[in-house]
């Protein structure tokens, strides 16, 4: 199994940044991608962007030239990052951490509250 804390949420004003964090531990050696989601009460969670095993980053359009993913690759861990600019309301929601292994197999995270307010 692999194990995911998402840290780094909170309230943030409109324009604003903010930097998530996830912390993979466990089996790792056959995650070949980790992934952000976010999901709003009511909606479908949604993919914010994926960071694969060599380091490729994918973001969804809405996201695009705002957000940043990122790994660090430690020996029995991987931290993840997100770091999110130019936020606005239409950001807030949960954020989940996401891992996918070959199988494929996928794990989740507990997530993290966003909330973008003045």
């Known amino acids: 199994q692999v194990q995911l804390v998402e840290s780094g949420g909170g309230l943030v004003q409109p324009g604003g940044s903010l930097t998530l964090s996830c912390a993979a531990s466990?089996?790792?050696?056959?995650?070949?991608?980790m992934e952000w989601y976010r999901q709003t009460p009511g909606n479908e969670r949604e993919r914010v962007a994926m960071?694969?095993?060599?380091?490729?980053?994918?973001?969804a359009d809405f996201v695009k030239g705002r957000f940043t993913i990122s790994r660090d690759v430690a020996k029995n861990t991987i931290t993840m990052f997100l770091l999110m600019n130019s936020l606005t309301p239409e950001d807030t929601a949960v954020y989940y951490c996401s891992s996918v292994s070959y199988g494929p197999t996928r794990y989740w995270g507990q997530g993290t509250q966003v909330t973008v307010s003045s």
């Open positions: 466990g089996r790792l050696f056959d995650v070949y991608a």
């Open positions: 960071i694969t095993r060599s380091g490729d980053p994918t973001y």
